[in-house]
């Protein structure tokens, strides 16, 4: 049984929900296939369940490509005014938002509030629902595109918003990756990203330990640096600050076997301080490090120096006090591996942008084709820019499929 339809989009998140609204407000006759029993199943985790939308900082530096001109691409696809257009978009099926600290959510502070103003949208615009489908082949003939899943659609134009492999219990497949990948479309390998890192260092007896600090690593003429609260792990490192580094980091260790990551344990403390504090009191080296650190890190460190925790404070040289500081300044780990997708919120890598028309979404060499969202070699910090970039880019697709031609 064959089923026609103006535009078919293959995927049923943030990014393919917004595409099929736009489609359809243009008057064109639209399904989603979704491999989920039900419709934007990412995005009812997204924010810890309160759905991070959006940022005020929207500056390029918080995306992340392999390509060295996205940032061309991403003015071009996301807009002069990018939050402008999405509250537009938002308060138009019923969704609208606080901001907390630059961070906006919807006034609900629930992620369902939008899953369900978007799945509301998509009703009252009688969008067909194929769910619990998988997409296996997609082929391109005189009469439009064949989608094959349980049913053959076929659709003059098909927008591709599959996600990508995060979180695979909720729904993250390669399924996108490989459809496209049959099509000629050219990609970035992919990987984790917005995760925490596994170091070479054993970090047993940290394990546990939140640190407000801030930690950065080189890459030729390049600093990447971020600040906020580091949590340290039986296998490495976490925290919000890290996943925003985790993507540059799987980027070079995909050629490299190890990446040094440095952390400023103490960016507030000046030397001078730190040292002439120590003539001032009478206590023991660790007890000292532990006024300014937690005790189990004081420890671990000490260890590095190889000194001597009880140590008297009155038994120490300036030599070995700058030694100390120094260390706690520019702790050295050593990033040997990403954490895998069950625990990494994006996915970095995918379709080229080169591949891409930024004003449509259009895949180049294939006309009536789109994607969008996380299929693209594009990902953001925490924050809610990925999600920003997935509504953006789906509403991209689904309103360039306006024209019937």
Not at 97 to 118: E, F, H, K, N
Not at 222 to 227: A, V
Not at 317 to 345: G, S
Request: proline share 3%.
């Amino acid at each position: 049984m064959k089923t026609q339809y103006d535009v078919c989009v293959v995927g049923g998140g943030a990014a393919g929900m917004a595409a099929a609204i736009a489609a359809a407000e243009g008057g064109n006759t639209v399904c989603i296939i979704d491999k989920n029993k039900k419709l934007g199943k990412k995005l009812y985790a997204t924010g810890n369940g309160r759905c991070n939308l959006a940022n005020t900082d929207m500056k390029d530096g918080h995306y992340h490509s392999s390509s060295e001109t996205y940032q061309k691409f991403l003015h071009t696809c996301l807009g002069e005014q990018p939050l402008h257009e999405m509250f537009a978009f938002l308060h138009s099926i019923g969704v609208y938002t606080r901001c907390i600290d630059g961070y906006y959510y919807p006034i609900s502070m629930q992620a369902s509030a939008v899953v369900w103003a978007l799945l509301d949208r998509i009703k009252a615009l009688q969008v067909t629902t194929y769910l619990s489908e998988t997409v296996t082949d997609i082929r391109i003939k005189k009469d439009g595109y064949h989608i094959q899943c349980n049913t053959e659609i076929i659709a003059r134009k098909v927008i591709l918003a599959c996600g990508g492999r995060s979180y695979p219990s909720l729904g993250g497949c390669a399924e996108g990756a490989r459809l496209a990948e049959k099509l000629g479309v050219k990609q970035e390998p992919q990987r984790p990203a917005l995760c925490a890192v596994m170091t070479e260092e054993n970090t047993e007896a940290v394990k546990g330990v939140r640190v407000a600090c801030s930690a950065w690593f080189e890459e030729g003429n390049t600093e990447w640096k971020q600040s906020g609260e580091l949590q340290i792990t039986e296998y490495g490192l976490s925290g919000i600050m890290i996943f925003n580094l985790s993507s540059e980091l799987g980027r070079i260790l995909s050629e490299e076997s190890s990446v040094k990551l440095y952390v400023d344990f103490l960016p507030e403390i000046e030397e001078n301080a730190f040292v002439q504090g120590s003539r001032d009191v009478n206590r023991s080296l660790y007890g000292y490090l532990n006024a300014y650190l937690p005790d189990k890190l004081a420890m671990y460190i000490l260890e590095t120096a190889c000194e001597q925790p009880k140590q008297a404070l009155t038994e120490l040289t300036e030599a070995q006090l700058h030694k100390i500081y120094y260390l706690c300044r520019r702790y050295p780990f050593h990033v040997r591996a990403l954490k895998n997708y069950e625990q990494a919120q994006v996915t970095a890598g995918g379709i080229r942008l080169t591949e891409i028309q930024p004003e449509t979404m259009e895949c180049l060499g294939h006309p009536g084709m789109y994607a969008t969202g996380e299929m693209l070699d594009i990902d953001g910090d925490c924050g809610g820019y990925n999600l920003t970039f997935a509504l953006l880019t789906g509403l991209r697709a689904g309103r360039a499929c306006h024209d019937k031609n």
